[in-house]
């Protein structure tokens, strides 16, 4: 038997998803008639960890788990929000994290489940969390990359320029924000992660 009142609330829940712009594409001033939701990027997210797997030689990795915990990983954000690094909020993001998904999965008849795999993610330390978060992050990047031609740098938010990388970059003269995605985050890649990167680089 489904409960079909809870089933429907958390649909409705997770659906607001599809209406948040991500809120790192609003300061970047990507301007095209449409640009990425959550929900979309959560999609990106899960289609890059099956394009990885199905393509690669990736071995002893959960991939059930790895595409649940990408399904999950941004369900705090129906409640809190699309915060990012710049926000003044962001310190507290984990602990507001928690606690929105708990109240998003109360009353679910799998809620502890969930909210284990949910802090699996977070804590980033198992083969499977690790895998999520580099395809958090790679999705992130290509998306930058097929906006490339999209961003406005004349109207981005002058926070950026706040930010020691991003102002240590511009005046290194690179100014594109894909490159810029691309330098902060390499070091976190394993070696497939890299080859992709490298083989996205020597398509320019």
């Known amino acids: 038997m489904i409960d079909c009142q809870k089933t429907f609330e958390l649909y409705c829940l997770a659906n607001r998803l599809k209406d948040v712009v991500r ?3 609003k300061r970047w001033a990507v301007e095209r008639e449409r ?42 954000e129906i409640l809190i929000g699309d915060l990012t690094y710049m926000d003044k909020e962001y310190k507290n993001k984990r602990q507001m994290g928690e606690e929105a998904v708990a109240k998003v999965f109360a009353g679910c008849d799998n809620s502890e489940s ?23 992050h790679m999705e992130g990047i290509l998306q930058a990359y097929l906006y490339k031609d999209n961003f406005n ?23 594109r924000a894909e490159k ?25």
Not at 61 to 71: G, H
Not at 117 to 134: C, R, S, V
Not at 192 to 201: H, M, N
């Open 23 to 25: 809120t790192g594409w």
């Open 153 to 175: 740098y004349k109207k981005m938010d002058a926070s950026l320029l706040k930010d020691e990388f991003v102002k240590t970059q511009w005046k290194n003269g690179e100014r």
């Open 114 to 136: 969930f909210l284990k795999l949910i802090a699996e993610y977070n804590q980033n330390q198992t083969h499977e969390a690790k895998f999520a978060h580099m395809c958090d």
């Open 180 to 204: 810029l995605f691309l330098k902060h985050y390499k070091h976190e890649f394993t070696a497939e992660f890299k080859q992709l990167i490298d083989w996205l680089e020597s398509k320019e």
């Open 35 to 76: 640009v990425e939701s959550i929900a979309e990027h959560v999609y990106g997210s899960i289609m890059l960890a099956v394009a990885i797997i199905s393509n690669s030689d990736i071995k002893n990795l959960d991939v059930q788990k790895v595409v649940t915990m990408l399904a999950l990983h941004e369900t705090e």
